[in-house]
């Protein structure tokens, strides 16, 4: 069974600041991984995939994430915070059709 | 392409009325998916379908929920009869294959009371 594990329910940051947001998986196959960012009374809106190609991805607005298979991780990372960054961020994981999300992780920019 | 859509986007009911949700998927997009999101909870997979058949329905709470998919381009999710803890915001999202990302809809924010 394929599980979501989001370290950190809160993140903040200083504005300019590195953002690092944690999600390990456990999957039982080669898994597709994603991360969501949801802003408040929105929908969820796809940043970034890993589709077993490159093991570094780009996404929008900047952020990027790395497959570490032996990690079993997939971290969520951009070199500098904007305010507009400010949401929640799910990370999730797909084995078949069906996603399983983390719990998700509230990132805050401070100015 | 109009996106996933989703009505209404705010329902406000009495405990034991029914509720129907309903959800429009991205023309194409062969897989649709009901989710709902609490704060105790997080996101919740309740059911999807493929090719308007229900595959995994192992996420629907209790009886009085039920989904339907008539056709390709239509989704209905029902609570009947509704209780005010389900209350949440409701989320259908689609996509055209295995392994693809999910396109989410606005949401429904439900209210019971």
């Known amino acids: 069974a394929q599980s979501v594990t989001q370290l950190g329910s809160h993140v903040s940051v200083s504005e300019g600041a590195l953002v690092l947001l944690r999600c390990n998986y456990s999957?039982?196959?080669?898994?597709?991984l994603f991360w969501y960012v949801q802003y408040p009374n929105q929908g969820l809106q796809l940043l970034l995939k890993y589709t077993s190609a490159a093991t570094l991805v780009k996404g929008i607005n900047g952020f990027e994430a790395e497959f570490k298979k032996s990690e079993t991780s997939f971290h969520l990372t951009k070199p500098s915070a904007h305010m507009s960054d400010a949401a929640e961020y799910f990370c999730?994981?797909?084995?078949?059709?069906?996603?399983?999300f983390g719990s998700g992780t509230r990132l805050q920019v401070q100015p | 392409d109009a996106g996933v859509i989703q009505s209404p986007r705010h329902e406000v009911t009495e405990m034991g009325q029914e509720v129907t949700l309903r959800c429009k998927p991205i023309?194409?997009?062969?897989?649709l998916f009901w989710y709902r999101q609490t704060m105790m909870r997080g996101l919740e997979l309740l059911i999807y379908f493929n090719n308007n058949v229900p595959i995994d329905d192992s996420g629907m709470p209790e009886d009085r929920f039920s989904a339907k998919m008539p056709n390709a381009s239509f989704s209905t999710l029902k609570i009947q009869p509704s209780e005010p803890r389900d209350s949440a915001v409701y989320f259908c999202a689609s996509n055209p294959g295995q392994g693809v990302e999910q396109y989410f809809g606005p949401g429904t924010r439900l209210t019971v009371t």
């Open positions: 999957s039982s196959v080669p898994p597709y």
């Open positions: 999730a994981v797909s084995e078949r059709r069906a996603l399983t």
């Open positions: 023309s194409g997009h062969n897989s």
